[in-house]
């Protein structure tokens, strides 16, 4: 790969943006989905080649990425409403998760997250109910982890054949 070549170097700073995006969904501090999704216009746009199939990839990424947003944020959401996690339970375990990530790096953040939700949720339930309900909440965390990651890898798949058919 000669990276005086214009494409190619694209190519390689899209991958990298692709590869670092899919990696931040697992990495609190990085935009994740975002990432992943702007590697993808970054070589559509910016690349050389034929600019339908470039084209048809950012869409089809684009929708994907779309796609994840909302379904991360609904399914989750109508798990927690169902379950009856106020959301009052999960804001001060965003609240406790964001200053536990400053306090015990990474770690910090889900410790902060699940001490929020049981605190929250030990205030309201009582002892005996609160720990059921916690494990609710961090199921739709996960849950809207695992949405988000789903998408991030099938616009890197998408991506990946668009390199090898554009």
């Known amino acids: 790969m000669d990276l005086s070549d214009t494409g190619a170097a694209v190519t ?29 216009l970054i070589w559509a746009i910016l690349g050389d080649g034929s600019g339908g199939a470039r084209l048809t990839v950012a869409v089809v990424a684009t ?3 779309g796609a994840g947003l909302v379904i991360k944020f609904l399914w989750p959401g109508k798990k927690l409403k169902d ?6 339970a999960v804001m001060a375990g965003g609240v406790l ?9 990474f770690v910090g953040l ?9 605190l929250v949720e030990l205030n309201r ?6 720990w059921p309900s916690t494990r609710s ?18 616009i890197a798949v998408v991506w990946l054949f668009g ?3 554009a």
């Open 12 to 40: 390689l700073i899209s991958g990298l943006v692709v590869l670092t995006g899919v990696i931040g969904v697992l990495v609190p501090v990085l935009p994740g989905l975002l990432l992943t999704w702007v590697g993808v």
């Open 125 to 130: 339930l009582g002892s005996e109910r609160a």
């Open 110 to 118: 889900v410790l902060g997250f699940v001490l929020g939700v049981w």
């Open 137 to 154: 909440a961090i199921a739709a965390v996960g849950l809207s982890l695992l949405v988000e990651l789903a998408s991030a890898l099938l």
């Open 97 to 105: 998760g964001l200053v536990g990530f400053f306090v015990v790096p």
């Open 83 to 88: 379950t009856g996690v106020p959301a009052r």
């Open 63 to 65: 929708v994907i990425a």
């Open 163 to 165: 390199l090898a058919f």
